[in-house]
């Protein structure tokens, strides 16, 4: 082959295939100490869950799984999920052995274009997947690999991408690694310049899947020959994983590492509305929770209602009116908003993102907060009657009322956004504005002042403030809505 491309190489990677039995670049199984596969659990799913939801998420329509004795269970896993819309097709690695070049012959003959292969004992993101799938259209082979000299598990052969002294390209070398010392024997070049492990993460053109070759062990497995025959070609390339949440789970401590990996992949989701406490202080202490609530299989409603009645508790100690009450529910309120954030962590975790449970959040927030209100006015009203008069009453009032109507308003801001053609006919500052709306209405960093005016004392005087800071808030919503009405109609 001379590495010309040919038109049926060039298209959209909708194809899968993952490993369920084996990694890939060690086809006949790893190290049973360290034994990670299909069934083992990260982060409240499977691994293999884990990656079939990912890549469905980045775009992927079908899977080919190659799967041994695990197939039932797998199957059991997923059979009946809502949350599933990939084609997922078995195939029985007795039938279809993964080490067996006639395998991959066979695959390589029932697709078009090029496909992803991947093993099933690691976590990674959508947005490497998307990645792979970008770079490898125009019938590149791509190969995720981690940063120079970094190994991951070095506990079964793998593929090192190295650059080549003359052309400047990679070039695909197997190498071994020691079990014990974990170190890398030495293969024509220094150790830990110039070169990457490669992850269990490739992209292959159809037609070199069926490169098959003389061999009798995992170092020249199918897989490797396709990717040196890609080398020799000069259509190979690499793709850092390191910077898309990729962790493999083998080794000692590797499933640690995977679950932190997932979570800090949680810090850069688009999306997230996270203020200053909740990403300083909040999430420090709820990402400990969310562990425990996925162990427990509570679900993100579930917490939701969790932290929604916490925070009724929390409202119904600051209507009792004392001290030692008022600090109770500064705390209990504190903790619902730590559980908020919970809700949150666990769904996009584990897929169960939806929009009902969007809303749910979002009106009970809405309804702790205005019951918090209420709670501080009744409690303030009730520990000074004759000195303070009705004015705690009436400015809890005008919170409770401002926040209910500040509800009202981002339900129909959401509900114009779904319609995408006329949110682009709007002016871009309306745009921005409403951006910024409902930005500050996800925002609980006030759960703070809360706690310091309780612990201080002055809990009447963030009566003033709420009031103040709601009413603004509604103001502000009712005139941007007017001005959209009013462009609206021009």
């Known amino acids: 082959m001379d590495g010309t491309l040919n038109k049926s190489e060039i298209g959209t990677i909708d194809t899968a295939i993952v490993l369920a039995s084996s990694g890939l670049f060690d086809l006949v199984g790893g190290d049973a100490h360290f034994s990670v596969g299909a069934l083992t659990r990260v982060g409240g799913m499977t691994l293999f869950q884990r990656a079939v939801f990912t890549l469905q998420h980045a775009g992927i329509s079908q899977i080919l799984t190659l799967v041994g004795q695990e197939e039932q269970p797998l199957r059991s896993l997923i059979h009946g999920d809502h949350r599933l819309h990939v084609a997922i097709r078995w195939l029985p690695i007795r039938e279809f052995p993964p080490s067996d070049p006639q395998t991959w012959a066979i695959l390589g003959s029932e697709m078009k ?171 420090r202490v709820s990402r400990p929770l969310s562990r425990l609530f996925m162990k427990l299989g509570f679900s993100p409603n579930i917490i ?28 209990l309120f504190q903790l619902a908003v730590i559980m908020d954030c919970c809700d949150g962590e666990v769904a996009r975790l584990t897929f169960a993102e939806s929009r009902l449970g969007q ?78 709306i409902l930005e500050r209405v996800a925002n609980r960093d006030f759960s703070i002042v809360v706690l310091a005016c309780a612990c201080v004392g002055v809990l009447p005087w963030f009566l003033w403030l709420v009031a103040a800071g709601t009413g603004v808030f509604a103001l502000m919503m009712a005139w941007s809505l007017y001005r959209v009405v009013a462009f609206q109609r021009s």
């Open 304 to 331: 939701t209602l969790l932290s929604m009645v916490l925070g009724l508790m929390g409202a119904a100690c600051f209507a009792m009116g004392s001290y030692r009450s008022g600090i109770l529910g500064a705390f």
């Open 113 to 283: 274009g090029s496909c992803l292969i991947l093993g099933c004992h690691m976590v990674f993101s959508s947005s490497l997947i998307e990645s792979l799938r970008e770079e490898g259209q125009e019938g590149q082979a791509v190969v995720a690999v981690g940063r120079p000299g970094e190994y991951g598990w070095s506990g079964n052969p793998g593929v090192v991408m190295r650059a080549d002294p003359h052309t400047g390209g990679p070039v695909a070398r197997v190498v071994f690694c020691d079990r014990e010392s974990s170190r890398m024997e030495h293969v024509g070049f220094e150790e830990g310049k110039g070169f990457a492990r490669a992850a269990d993460l490739v992209v292959l053109p159809a037609r070199l899947l069926g490169i098959s070759g003389t061999w009798s062990t995992p170092e020249t497995s199918p897989i490797r020959l396709a990717l040196e025959q890609a080398a020799a070609e000069g259509v190979v390339q690499t793709l850092s994983a390191s910077s898309h949440g990729y962790q493999d789970a083998r080794g000692p401590g590797g499933l640690q590492k995977a679950e932190r990996t997932l979570f800090r992949s949680l810090q850069s989701v688009k999306g997230t509305l996270d203020g200053f406490m909740d990403r300083y202080v909040n999430r």
């Open 359 to 436: 809303e749910l959040d979002l009106v009970s927030d809405n309804i702790v907060h205005m019951a918090v209100f209420a709670g501080i006015a009744w409690g303030t009203y009730q520990e000074s009657p004759v000195h303070s008069g009705y004015l705690p009453l009436l400015l809890g009032a005008i919170a409770v009322v401002s926040t209910g109507f500040s509800l009202w308003c981002v339900n129909l801001v959401k509900s114009l956004k779904t319609n995408a053609l006329y949110w682009r006919r709007l002016r871009q500052t309306y745009r921005t504005r409403f951006d910024f």
